[in-house]
């Protein structure tokens, strides 16, 4: 305290004149509107910029909690539109092809904490494991197309087979024409998978767009894989048919894991008639 005392004794003439000063610029500002127009209008200036600071500084930290939010809405509206889809069949089962029906399919939202897309046998890590009801050989996708397959499974967490894969086959289509292929990756561009065993009947054009096929229990069909970059033939054949993906596989954030409701009874079946 004696401190404080000493300090404004010592400054007592500057101190006296900061407070008329202020006292000066005060009554200048009050009794003069333009200068009271300009003070306004630069506090104005002043407190606008720092409120859109801050504002931008919230609104980046909620970045990541509102990403989450999104992708859990995507989930449910999803998991809703099927829940439609089944009722509709139950409604109208004797009108509608139950074949198109029988598909149905839930989704878990899940996000990507490693990611390889630079070696032979790609892999990514997502944060969803058994406890969230992930097992192995589900289809993973996000919102621009598809993304891999899980495959170990731990009680938090899976890993899951990137289509930037070796050893990964997918079964695909061309959209305009619905002739079939498998999807592979032959370890160059992480942008460019092929295309293989797809007939030379397909009349294929450069920009031409290929999705899932839907003919295996992973994925529904008409999930977005790419579209067509270049193409060679050789003795009726297609020899090199390079795909062009919608999804930067070096950047992969939020991923949905799809579950195929009907797939123990579709196995359980297809094992019985190869035993038969």
């Known amino acids: 305290m004696q401190q404080i005392i000493s300090f404004l004794y010592k400054n007592k003439y500057f101190i006296l004149?900061?407070?008329?000063?202020?006292?000066?610029?005060?009554?200048?500002?009050?009794?003069?509107?333009?200068?009271?127009?300009?003070?306004?209008?630069?506090?104005?200036?002043?407190?606008?910029?720092?409120?859109?600071?801050?504002?931008?500084?919230?609104?980046?930290?909620?970045?990541?909690?509102?990403?989450?939010?999104?992708?859990?809405?995507?989930?449910?509206?999803?998991?809703t539109l099927n829940q439609e889809d089944k009722l509709v069949s139950q409604i109208s089962s004797k009108k509608i092809d139950t074949i198109n029906f029988n598909q149905k399919y839930s989704y878990i939202s899940a996000k990507v904490i490693n990611n390889n897309y630079r070696k032979n046998n790609n892999y990514l890590t997502i944060n969803k494991g058994k406890s969230s009801r992930i097992k192995g050989d589900l289809g993973v996708i996000n919102s621009k197309g598809i993304i891999g397959i899980t495959k170990s499974v731990s009680n938090k967490y899976a890993t899951v087979l990137s289509i930037l894969n070796v050893n990964s086959r997918i079964n695909v289509k061309l959209l305009k024409s619905n002739h079939f292929g498998s999807l592979s990756w032959n370890n160059q561009d992480y942008n460019t998978v092929q295309l293989l065993d797809l007939p030379i009947q397909a009349n294929l054009k450069i920009g031409d767009t290929i999705v899932t096929g839907g003919k295996s229990t992973i994925f529904p069909e008409g999930i977005p894989v790419g579209t067509i970059k270049d193409f060679k033939t050789s003795n009726n054949n297609y020899k090199i048919i390079n795909i062009t993906l919608f999804n930067d596989m070096s950047s992969i954030g939020f991923v949905e894991v799809i579950t195929n409701l009907d797939k123990e009874e579709i196995k359980n079946l297809e094992e019985k008639t190869s035993n038969e």
């Open 17 to 79: 004149f900061l407070l008329l000063e202020s006292l000066a610029v005060f009554f200048t500002i009050q009794s003069h509107s333009y200068h009271k127009s300009k003070f306004i209008n630069s506090a104005n200036f002043v407190s606008g910029g720092l409120y859109n600071k801050i504002n931008n500084f919230k609104e980046f930290l909620l970045l990541k909690e509102e990403n989450i939010r999104l992708a859990e809405e995507n989930v449910q509206l999803k998991n």
